[in-house]
């Protein structure tokens, strides 16, 4: 994900910069359940917006698109 998201803390297999693509199945009940709208691993961010912006390094392509759409177009993709 880049080096603004990387903790320089290795895990087996993958270095520090390196983390798993988490499944955005069922995120939208990440606040009910949770009881906050803290992403990313270490909570950094407030919402999906500023989740997708932090995308870099294999995610690179698919932040840069999404800078690429429309408001309404990002409305419709976080609604989505
Ligand atoms: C339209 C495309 C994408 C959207 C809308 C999206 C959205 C998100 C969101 C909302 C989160 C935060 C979820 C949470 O904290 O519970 C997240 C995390 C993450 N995404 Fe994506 N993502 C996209 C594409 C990708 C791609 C292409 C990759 C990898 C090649 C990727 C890798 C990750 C990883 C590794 C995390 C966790 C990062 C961390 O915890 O610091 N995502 N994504």
């Known amino acids: 994900m880049g080096e603004s998201l ?9 270095s520090g910069r390196e983390w798993r693509a ?22 950094r961010v407030r919402n999906f917006t500023e989740a997708i912006i932090w995308h870099d390094g294999e995610a690179k392509a698919s ?10 177009q990002r409305t419709e993709l976080i609604t989505f």
Request: zero cysteines; aromatic letters at 12%; glycine letters at 8%.
């Open 22 to 43: 988490l499944l955005l199945w069922g995120v939208g009940l990440f606040e009910a359940v949770n009881r906050h709208t803290s992403y990313l691993h270490d909570g």
């Open 6 to 14: 990387a903790d320089d803390s290795s895990e087996f297999l993958a």
């Open 63 to 72: 932040r840069d698109r999404f800078l690429e759409l429309s408001e309404q």
